[in-house]
């Protein structure tokens, strides 16, 4: 399968459980499929961190870590496709056209 866009579920990065609703509903939402991947570390294996909570925390802006495969990033058999790249135009075209309705339809 062809992932456009993973998102870490661990402390360490920014995306939390509304924003990664978000991620894959404006996925969902979007005016053709974009797979998403979601990549969780081991808790024994630690990892980096990425700028997002920081971010997050200095301006109160809801934030999810969203990225493309790219050659040894995390692994030596990651590499990222043309389609990926499409992919990620589409999830960006489907957040400027989708976002609102998305966000109205979050409580609080």
Not at 7 to 34: M, P, Q, S, Y
Not at 72 to 84: K, L, Y
Not at 94 to 107: A, R
């Amino acid at each position: 399968m062809k992932r456009i866009a993973y998102h870490f579920c661990f402390v360490l990065d920014a995306t939390n459980g509304v924003t990664g609703f978000i991620a894959r509903e404006l996925a969902r939402k979007a005016d053709c499929h974009i797979p998403m991947q979601e990549f969780v570390v081991r808790s024994d294996c630690p990892c980096g961190t990425t700028i997002g909570p920081m971010i997050s925390a200095l301006t109160g802006i809801r934030t999810v870590d969203l990225g493309m495969p790219q050659l040894s990033m995390h692994s030596c058999r990651e590499v990222m496709g043309i389609s990926d790249l499409t992919h990620g135009f589409n999830l960006f075209i489907s957040f400027y056209k989708n976002f609102n309705e998305v966000d109205d339809c979050l409580e609080g």
